[in-house]
Nanobody, 118 residues
Framework: QVQLVESGGGLVQPGGSLRLSCAAS????????MGWYRQAPGKQRDLVAT??????GYADSVKGRFTISRDNAKNTMYLQMNSLKPEDTAVYYC?????????????WGQGTQVTVSS
């Protein structure tokens, strides 16, 4: 069992920056992949960024603006968001899973709201 708690969301102006955090606890040894997703009202939950086996990947819409990272000592994953646009507005969710045992280990945080508006 793994618990994920997101924080750091809020209201920012276009062009601004925000850093989201995801604190993990529990059986962290069972996890080998992590990522961030987002969901706008009435839309599907979409991939934002992933980190798997040390390699990072990003959705085209955020490439060059967002950076995913982790601090193993703090059991925390981060999403640094720069040059924010109104279309980045969504609820952001962190996810941790085991790519080899997906049906047994797939965990989601509760989400944190990010609103980009002037």
């Amino acid at each position: 069992q793994v618990q994920l708690v997101e924080s750091g969301g809020g209201l920012v102006q276009p062009g601004g920056s925000l850093r989201l955090s995801c604190a993990a606890s529990g059986s962290i040894f069972s996890i080998n992949a992590m990522g961030w997703y987002r969901q706008a009202p009435g839309k599907q939950r979409d991939l934002v960024a992933t980190m798997i086996s040390g390699s990072t990947g990003y959705a085209d819409s955020v490439k060059g603006r967002f950076t995913i990272s982790r601090d193993n000592a703090k059991n925390t994953m981060y999403l640094q968001m720069n040059s924010l646009k109104p279309e980045d507005t969504a609820v952001y969710y962190c996810r941790a899973w085991n790519a080899l045992r997906l049906y047994e280990h797939d965990y989601w945080g509760q989400g944190t709201q990010v609103t980009v508006s002037s």
